[in-house]
């Protein structure tokens, strides 16, 4: 299984940017999935996650209601939506996938599947 995340960029601050995880595996439907980022300082912290069927997500509190996770089990893609992006937003994206498919906060270790990242930078 593999995972790539894709739309990082450079951004000014209260802009909104959209990341993308492709993931290639036939059986992405039954994978809960989340974001985490890794920030400057190297701590990674979990932003959100989503259930294999999309019916439930939970998110971390520093990004609730500024950040939507969403994904499209049709074209195996997950998506975080990201808005009012400030300069303590800049980090290293991940997905991550877990077998279970239950939405629910787990460490980063627990997951089965990672991506690559893909870096946000913003500038103030």
């Given at each position: ?13 209260g ?34 996650t989503?259930?294999?069927d ?26 975080l ?16 996938a ?27």
């Amino acid at each position: 299984v593999t995972l790539v995340e894709s739309g990082g960029g450079l951004v000014q601050a209260g802009d909104s940017l959209k990341l993308s995880c492709a993931v290639s595996s036939y059986t992405f439907n039954r994978y809960a999935m989340a974001w985490f980022r890794q920030l400057p300082g190297g701590e990674r912290e979990f932003l959100a996650t989503i259930s294999h069927d999309g019916g439930r997500t939970v998110y971390a509190e520093s990004v609730k209601g500024r950040f939507t996770i969403s994904r499209d089990n049709a074209k195996n893609t997950l998506y975080l939506q990201m808005n009012t992006l400030n300069p303590k937003d800049a980090a290293v994206y991940f997905c991550a996938a877990e077998k279970s498919g239950f939405a629910r906060v787990l460490n980063w270790d627990d997951y089965d599947y990672w991506g690559q990242g893909t870096e946000v930078t913003v500038t103030s």
